[in-house]
């Protein structure tokens, strides 16, 4: 399956760890999204990279979030000292550039307890 | 940023019944995408239009790209139990926005 691939599936995660998302985009594509989807909302686009860089972060919190994409290995996106509120789905999906179509992965289920 | 406005935001339908769907936006896109997503689960592709006035079947469904390219809707015809989902569209201009989602019942 040369898809999208996103783990872990399920995270759980105490107040005040920290969570690692981790998300391979299709073979080919260069071009990563992350989405965070709240129960019973649709899709809040937080931040978009290319290889080691950060196209554009203007949906992502200004406090304990970051997300990279290294030059070797998965996409990260990274939240420290999670709360409650991160709890949500969190969906990568990656193109062959701007202007192509996203193919999405099966998503990140955080729950923070 | 851009907002897309999608409704309906809930549809409860018999099976065999036609669908509609729309989205509009204040904001010009260069491609509509209608996406579906069951539950568990990433949304997928359904149809996605890259022209204004476009308008684009994929078996049941149908999709438009309004001539404005601020908005699109999305039919589907004769409704069966396994369409049963989260139908989303998204505009595009450089990164994807979506809207909030249309959350389809279809009864037996």
């Known amino acids: 399956n040369a898809g999208v691939m996103q783990n872990p599936r399920h995270l759980v995660r105490r107040r005040g760890q920290e969570a690692r998302l981790r998300c391979s985009p299709m073979?080919?594509?260069?071009?990563v999204y992350w989405y965070r989807q709240l129960p019973e909302e649709g899709l809040k686009f937080m931040v978009y990279l290319q290889k080691e860089n950060i196209i554009d972060e203007s949906g992502m919190p200004k406090e304990r979030f970051s997300a990279e994409f290294p030059k070797e290995g998965p996409s990260i996106l990274r939240i420290q000292q999670v709360v409650r509120g991160d709890s949500a789905a969190y969906f990568c999906?990656?193109?062959?550039?701007?202007?192509?179509?996203?193919?999405f992965g099966s998503g990140t289920r955080l729950t923070v307890v | 940023g851009q907002q897309l406005n999608q409704s309906p935001q809930s549809m409860f339908i018999q099976e065999g019944e036609d669908v509609s769907m729309n989205c509009t936006s204040s904001?010009?896109?260069?491609?509509w995408l209608w996406y579906k997503q069951d539950p568990g689960e990433g949304p997928v592709l359904l149809i996605a239009l890259y022209k204004a006035g476009e308008l684009t079947s994929n078996g049941r469904l149908t999709a438009q790209f309004g001539i404005t390219r601020k908005d699109s809707f999305l039919n589907i015809s004769a409704s069966i139990p396994s369409d049963v989902g989260i139908y989303f569209c998204a505009g595009q201009y450089g990164d994807m926005r979506f809207g909030a989602g249309t959350r389809l019942t279809v009864k037996p």
């Open positions: 073979k080919g594509h260069s071009h």
């Open positions: 904001s010009i896109f260069n491609t």
């Open positions: 999906a990656s193109s062959q550039g701007a202007g192509y179509g996203y193919t």
